[in-house]
């Protein structure tokens, strides 16, 4: 069964410090991956995805993510938080369901930003 | 414009009251969907509509009932529910159903059954 697993729960950083969120995934074909950013009581916001060709998909608002299918991994960064960056980071896979589009999500990394 | 509308944004019911929560977007897509979102929790799939047609049904229970009554619009109707339903729910929608489409999503309504 397909699924993600974001390892770290909660993490923070000190503004201008890089970042790493990190996503496994498991998927038995070549996997369509999504991160998606929640701010408190909003809805969800796409920052990238991958589908196939060059295993480094850049994003919005200075994310990039790096597709490693040996490690099965699809993880976020950015080389400089700002404040504003604090919120709730979701990755998933997009999997079929009877051909039809799914969002699988990961629990989600909630990132706190120090000034 | 690739925005999602939810209205309302706020909801308060009790458990013997009917409501809607309506979904509309104007970017084409020919398939939209529900989620349900817990606190603290990952969106959870729950319906999707593809070119207007009911195309999944995660065995969501029948007090949640959904309708789509053209392209843009997508409703999400509530009957006797419990207080377990309090949740975000959010809509999105794609440029067609096809796995691995790209979702928008809206800001979500947040439902508090009392």
């Known amino acids: 069964a397909q699924s993600v697993t974001q390892p770290d729960i909660h993490i923070t950083v000190s503004e201008g410090a890089s970042l790493e969120l990190r996503c496994n995934y498991s998927y038995g074909a070549t996997p369509y991956l999504f991160w998606y950013v929640q701010s408190p009581g909003q809805g969800l916001q796409l920052l990238l995805k991958?589908?196939?060709?060059?295993?480094l998909v850049q994003g919005i608002k200075g994310f990039e993510a790096e597709f490693k299918r040996s490690q099965s991994s699809f993880n976020l960064r950015k080389p400089s938080v700002h404040w504003s960056d604090a919120a709730e980071y979701f990755c998933a896979v997009g999997a079929g369901s009877g051909g039809y589009n799914k969002l699988i999500f990961g629990a989600g990394t909630r990132l706190a930003v120090h000034p | 414009d690739t925005e999602v509308t939810q209205t309302p944004k706020h909801l308060v019911m009790g458990m013997t009251n009917k409501k809607s929560l309506k979904c509309e977007q104007h970017?084409?897509?020919?398939?939209m969907y529900w989620y349900k979102q817990k606190a603290k929790k990952p969106p959870e799939l729950m319906f999707v509509y593809s070119y207007e047609k009911l195309s999944i049904n995660e065995s969501v229970p029948s007090r949640f009932s959904p309708e789509c009554p053209n392209s843009s619009l997508l409703n999400l109707h509530l009957h006797a529910l419990q207080p377990e339903d309090s949740a975000l729910y959010l809509c999105a929608s794609s440029q067609d159903p096809r796995e691995g489409t790209e979702a928008f999503f809206g800001q979500g309504t947040r439902l508090t059954v009392v």
């Open positions: 991958y589908f196939s060709g060059d295993t």
């Open positions: 970017m084409g897509h020919r398939a």
